[in-house]
């Protein structure tokens, strides 16, 4: 039961959002399912039928760029980023679900257990805000300006809060 939690969370930190859908790394994947993202990559590649734009993208240079300077740990613990000669591939829900057809190892099918699971769990926490904002709304307009604060409180409540930028860490000689 602790490996499916573990799973699990590790599915979670590696979901990213990108041109508006959320994905997963070539890189990421490959580690959750035990291959090597060479290996991964050519399995794609040999059925790229399977794999159109909406399933799979590459990431542009830009956006290469932009994950490196968000993602704060060593290269080597994301796919070993500096040592790669191609872009990485991206790979949203229905591309991830494809991916268990063309990789059948034992680990590859739990571990796309896992990631199903995963974009399940965010899809719900979306629709439960929705449901809730609805609410919110409903109840906003049977009642009169006097709750209002308490209304725009709850509303930024509800928000997500805004990254904070990281601090450097480490010595830092004087002016």
Do not use: C
């Amino acid at each position: 039961m602790v490996a499916k939690r573990t799973i699990g969370q590790a599915v979670n930190a590696r979901i990213l959002v990108l041109r508006g859908h959320r994905v997963m790394l070539d890189s990421d994947l490959a580690e959750l399912y035990g291959v090597e993202v060479k290996a991964l990559n050519q399995a794609v590649k040999r059925n790229l039928g399977r794999f159109p734009p909406d399933f799979m993208f590459s990431l542009t240079e830009q956006e290469v760029a932009d994950l490196r300077s968000q993602i704060v740990t060593s290269s080597s613990a994301r796919g070993n980023w500096g040592g790669r000669r191609s872009v990485p591939y991206a790979f949203t829900e229905q591309g991830v679900a494809m991916l268990s057809s063309v990789l059948k190892s034992e680990r590859a099918v739990r571990a796309n257990v896992e990631i199903m699971r995963a974009f399940v769990r965010l899809r719900s926490m979306a629709a439960q805000n929705l449901v809730l904002a609805r609410r919110l709304d409903e109840l906003e307009s049977r009642y009169d300006r006097q709750f209002k604060v308490v209304f725009d409180a709850i509303r930024e409540l509800m928000t997500p809060p805004a990254p904070t930028p990281k601090r450097r860490i480490g010595f830092i000689a004087g002016d």
